[in-house]
């Protein structure tokens, strides 16, 4: 099992298609510039390749268990947690006052996507981490923060989220955890929750729960929810965790993949809790820090993706079967057979198109905390669903094509092609399933009335115009499309009744990800000159995938009245 | 766990797509007429129902395992098996002459589909020994016929397909095992062979392995391959299991999924064998029954998506969760949210495709043996490649669907839902991969220069056209895809360099199964009178999923050049 650091593909990125140097021109990220930024990526990826890729495989071989109520992680994981956490990984974005690094979210992303291809199981730990350090860092009291902030941060403690509970999964208003004020500034809390990622484990010295809760006079829905910080152990006077709290792990999931990630069932029994934020806005507080995890997930699925496409590409590179059609002048390996190279070549695609959305994001998102500008926040709404669900979907596509490049082998699993597949899957349910992202982008990020979609698809129709010279073709395709998108957006923001744009959002939020990824490869072709490696993968994408988002805004266009046409008894008939 | 037998959807098919009273017309399958198979398919849908579904979760949870050289198989394996074997089930179409049933193979192609949708390990044990027997009784001697087809009809014995070695996979011609002449009519037959399903058992008195094998003077590659029958216990005089062969098994393999399913390495060290065919003929008579495996194998994949289906309806039934847009005119359940609606009817019609498909060809195949006619033949020859990767492909894109329905269940284990995406995984690489399914649609099955894809589409296009006045929009959709799909053979045909064709070959094989779906759906609009479920399942078929058809067959005719344009190094950097 290697890993092999993609920092080559970063740097193209930051330099030809994101245009990193904005980020390091604002005052906030001054100290960002683009040389730090390559010897961060060097850095991060000899600790991946190095650290963390060395325990992927006993993840999955010998899963986190339970023992006597603690959870103890996979072997190698902590070891290659503590290379994680002293590179300072953890905090790399996180506020310098608290001991940040308080570097763009667009190296974060980098490092993050490098960090789960290596490992995506141990990854997890830290990503919940990172969503905690947020949302204290902008809700939490400065003595909650000046506590909690500097052991998060340095990794010597882990963060998890608390939302879902059996009866409340997609609809968390339904939550039947209650809150109680002690009278002392802390809260009793109480209720079991379900599907808490990292919810123990015996790596680090604490674990701070973030836990949704009803206090009595909370309203019913999600306007009667508050947050709760409850550690594992309560600090004591200096600051180091003391007394036990009323909370424990009932049991761990058996589940289809990830399995160094110890997925819990959790119980707080009176567990002692402070509020972060208001009273009744714990959701408010939650979504501060779930859209930058959405991000993080998006990026989960395609770094896994990266890591089952370098492990497919190895394969094909090493395996001979038959006379392949480049006879002498070829490999005389599997990469030569066409249908192969087609595969391969899918697979690079999606994680390039993947990746460039992730990181548009990412300078989106830095962009709006540096500047406040609001056409940057608008951006970064409207691009939050998209590299969710498609980075993620993108990890289930290549890991899925990986599989198959490997033949029979790849069903095996010493090969390890199937645990990327098996691995990958959550991340299109958890964080909001993918279903719910689209839902979110025809819905609350088209209450503008398609103005950000719009001003995005100026961007891309004004560069295809600028290259049409260079690539009359592609630039005609992929101007076209982004005239279908106009179309479909349209229609989108016309449509009265909701049912009728979630009857087609997953289409389109997929095929509004087909035209992006298409501008981002002519992008790519228009910075290598017309000519070389990218150039073809931007012809692969827009000549071979880019003809699909007329399926898709079909689909995304055809309205919900004939899904309703059909009764639950049709369907079972 | 429970499955409900698709007996409705059968009769269906078999009254109103398929025209199964053709084949009772016929004078060999004169006693199977419709009263019959009506009862057939009763019978056997209670058989899965109540004998094969029970075991299905055994055969994950207690994988098959190796225990002092011998396969110790999953719990309730022996019962399920048992329900199968003494209900005639294996030796169905097989011939009467030795205990069969001599029914069509469209039936057993009906209560293979059910039986893979109820336990997919298991049932993978009487598709092998279904696969013997095709091949035993058209190559073997009279003496070995009447020797070993009783024994398997009856399931008192079970049959194997050894063909892979370690470093012949796709490439079966670079295999090395040897067999050399005992000069008593028997065989020394030597070599190990991998991935051999069902390779032993303790449910059966014996195994019976049918092993690829060169003689001393055969040639090279596949032209140079013979075919033997290797028992693990060697017949005694009264027929019965004697002694002991020189062959074993080595391991299992450790899989994705399918884990009821004993994969093995199997050893033959000087195992005694009985030539089946001719010398140096293997690859021929072990085609013969290889096309017939590999409807088998696609009708294993849409079987698994049924299971998955049925698992996820229930479970959409099932789970509250918010309020469903329906109100209280809904059932509250998330069944009736737009998003879950549109992947369970995508799931419906995508099935209710492929089963049209795989009927379509069993009845071909059922044709041609009864009439001898040959455009029956080419019918099948054509369809085969097609219901392979297309019912192996909507088994995993249908599996795939279940576990998103299911949201943050679908990854657990216990829900049951994975287990379907991990056992369906390998039908689109064993019985050669869904690739090499393509190269053979668009390479051998077009060396008639396209007519058989032509009279087909003559059918579509007929049909559609004699259905404008009911459905004028639904007939010009099916139509103008037919049109699109003409075009593209044509281009198919017209290219002399094969890697052209090859590099298109999946896409293409995809979109031609679109259009022959939506052939079959508007088919099933006409039979309903244009009224009803199967109506709308048309509507959104033709409107939503038939429009992929544009971006497949461009991806078909896009040719190899860019493929090669992109070096291996290309790829990893």
Same mark, same amino acid.
């Given at each position: 099992m290697t890993y092999r650091a993609t920092t080559d593909d970063f740097q193209f990125l930051f330099d030809h298609i994101i245009g990193y140097s904005d980020i390091a021109e604002t005052e906030l990220f001054a100290e960002a510039a683009g040389d730090m930024a390559t010897a961060v990526l060097t850095?991060?990826?000899?600790?991946?390749?190095?650290?963390?890729?060395?325990?992927?495989? &006993?993840?999955?071989?010998?899963?986190?268990?339970?023992?006597?109520?603690?959870?103890?992680?996979?072997?190698?994981?902590?070891?290659?947690?503590?290379?994680?956490?002293?590179?300072?990984?953890?905090?790399?974005?996180?506020?310098?006052?608290?001991?940040?690094?308080?570097?763009?979210?667009?190296?974060?992303?980098?490092?993050? &996507?490098?960090?789960?291809?290596?490992?995506?199981?141990?990854?997890?730990?830290?990503?919940?981490?990172q969503g905690q350090i947020e949302a204290l860092e902008h809700h939490?009291?400065?003595?909650?923060?000046?506590?909690?902030?500097?052991?998060?941060?340095?990794?010597?403690?882990?963060?998890?989220?608390?939302?879902?509970?059996?009866?409340?999964?997609?609809?968390?208003?339904?939550?039947?955890?209650?809150?109680?004020?002690?009278? &002392?500034?802390?809260?009793?809390?109480?209720?079991?929750?379900?599907?808490?990622?990292?919810?123990?484990?015996?790596?680090?010295?604490?674990?701070?729960?973030?836990?949704?809760?009803?206090?009595?006079d909370g309203a019913a829905g999600t306007k009667g929810i508050s947050l709760f910080l409850v550690p594992k152990f309560i600090p004591d006077a200096d600051g180091n965790p003391g007394e036990k709290n009323d909370l424990r792990v009932v049991s761990l999931e058996h589940k289809m993949g990830l399995h160094g990630s110890p997925t819990a069932v959790m119980s707080f029994e009176g567990a002692k809790g402070w509020m972060i934020g208001e009273p009744h806005k714990g959701m408010a507080a939650m979504f501060t820090m779930m859209n930058n995890a959405r991000l993080g997930v998006g990026v989960q699925g395609l770094g896994a993706g990266e890591g089952a496409y370098q492990k497919a590409l190895e394969y094909a590179l090493e395996r001979k079967q038959g006379r392949t059609p480049l006879g002498e002048d070829g490999t005389g390996m599997i990469v030569d057979f066409a249908d192969v190279r087609r595969m391969l070549t899918q697979m690079r695609c999606e994680l390039f198109a993947a990746r460039a959305m992730a990181l548009s994001l990412s300078k989106a998102i830095d962009m709006a905390t540096a500047t406040g500008d609001e056409s940057w926040k608008a951006r970064a709404a409207l691009l939050t669903p998209i590299v969710k669900a498609y980075g993620t979907e993108t990890g289930i596509l290549v890991s899925h094509l990986g599989v198959q490049v490997h033949g029979g082998m790849g069903f095996i699993e010493e090969t390890g092609a199937a645990q990327?597949?098996?691995?990958?899957?959550?991340?299109?349910?958890?964080?909001?399933?993918?279903?719910?992202?689209?839902?979110?982008?025809?819905?609350?990020?088209?209450?503008?009335?398609?103005?950000?979609?719009?001003?995005?698809?100026?961007?891309?129709?004004?560069?295809?115009?600028?290259?049409?010279?260079?690539?009359?073709?592609?630039?005609?395709?992929?101007?076209?499309?982004?005239?279908? *998108?106009?179309?479909?957006?349209?229609?989108?923001?016309?449509?009265?009744?909701?049912?009728?744009?979630?009857?087609?959002?997953?289409?389109?939020?997929?095929?509004?990800?087909?035209? *992006?990824g298409a501008h981002m490869h002519l992008k790519a072709a228009i910075a290598e000159g017309g000519k070389g490696p990218r150039t073809e993968l931007a012809r692969f994408h827009i000549n071979r995938l880019l003809p699909e988002h007329t399926a898709q805004f079909a689909q995304a266009r055809a309205g919900a009245a004939g899904l309703y046409a059909l009764s639950p008894e049709d369907l079972a008939s």
């Open positions: 850095e991060a990826g000899k600790m991946c390749e190095d650290k963390l890729a060395p325990s992927h495989r &006993d993840g999955d071989l010998t899963p986190a268990v339970l023992e006597n109520g603690v959870v103890r992680t996979s072997p190698g994981f902590a070891d290659s947690y503590a290379a994680i956490a002293e590179g300072g990984w953890i905090g790399m974005a996180a506020d310098p006052e608290y001991g940040g690094m308080g570097l763009p979210l667009t190296l974060q992303t980098a490092v993050n &996507d490098m960090m789960s291809a290596a490992n995506l199981s141990l990854q997890l730990c830290p990503l919940m981490t939490a009291t400065d003595e909650l923060k000046a506590l909690y902030l500097p052991k998060l941060i340095s990794g010597e403690w882990a963060g998890t989220m608390n939302l879902t509970e059996a009866q409340a999964g997609s609809d968390v208003g339904a939550l039947s955890s209650k809150a109680s004020d002690n009278g &002392d500034g802390t809260y009793a809390v109480s209720g079991q929750k379900i599907f808490i990622s990292w919810g123990d484990n015996d790596i680090t010295e604490n674990v701070c729960h973030l836990v949704l809760a009803r206090l009595p990327y597949c098996r691995d990958v899957r959550v991340t299109a349910i958890y964080e909001g399933t993918n279903g719910i992202q689209a839902m979110d982008l025809v819905g609350r990020k088209m209450m503008d009335g398609g103005d950000a979609a719009f001003r995005l698809l100026e961007e891309i129709e004004a560069q295809a115009e600028s290259a049409r010279a260079m690539f009359p073709n592609m630039s005609e395709a992929v101007w076209s499309a982004a005239e279908d *998108l106009r179309e479909t957006v349209e229609w989108m923001v016309e449509q009265g009744d909701m049912q009728d744009r979630f009857a087609g959002a997953v289409p389109f939020l997929m095929g509004f990800a087909r035209v *992006l």
